[in-house]
């Protein structure tokens, strides 16, 4: 079984993904943070694996758009990257001839 790595490169950048206890924002409890100022994902430490797998994917999705400078107001991204960070990670689990050929080098 995979386990969460440790790092994850967006861009020119090096995210450490740190698992913690407990992740929270302006005083609110959350799965999943993304400091793109710190160059860091947080992820709740006690969750079942495969909400991590798609908190992961949503906080990187943020990094993604950080990285890229969004022009999308926070709101609108947040509830874009909700929607799709779970949709996007079953397409790519559903189909993983898909996700051969978008990763191969050749």
């Not at 999943?32 to 860091?40: A, H, K, R, W, Y």
């Not at 990094?63 to 107001?73: D, E, K, Q």
């Given at each position: 079984?995979?386990?969460?790595?440790?790092?994850?490169?967006?861009?020119?950048?090096?995210?450490?993904?740190?698992?913690?206890?407990?992740?929270?924002?302006?005083?609110?409890?959350?799965?999943?943070?993304?400091?793109?100022?710190?160059?860091?994902?947080?992820?709740?430490?006690?969750?079942?694996?495969?909400?991590?797998?798609?908190?992961?994917?949503?906080?990187?999705?943020?990094?993604?758009?950080?990285?890229?400078?969004?022009?999308?107001?926070?709101k609108m991204e947040e509830k874009f990257v909700t929607v799709m960070a779970p949709a996007l990670l079953q397409v790519l689990r559903d189909n993983p001839d898909l996700l051969k050929f978008l990763i191969s080098q050749?």
């Amino acid at each position: 079984m995979a386990e969460i790595p440790k790092s994850v490169t967006i861009g020119p950048h090096k995210y450490t993904i740190l698992r913690c206890p407990k992740v929270v924002d302006q005083g609110r409890d959350l799965n999943g943070e993304c400091d793109p100022d710190e160059l860091v994902i947080r992820l709740r430490k006690y969750m079942r694996r495969s909400m991590s797998r798609e908190i992961l994917l949503h906080e990187v999705m943020h990094a993604l758009a950080a990285n890229g400078g969004s022009p999308i107001p926070d709101k609108m991204e947040e509830k874009f990257v909700t929607v799709m960070a779970p949709a996007l990670l079953q397409v790519l689990r559903d189909n993983p001839d898909l996700l051969k050929f978008l990763i191969s080098q050749s």
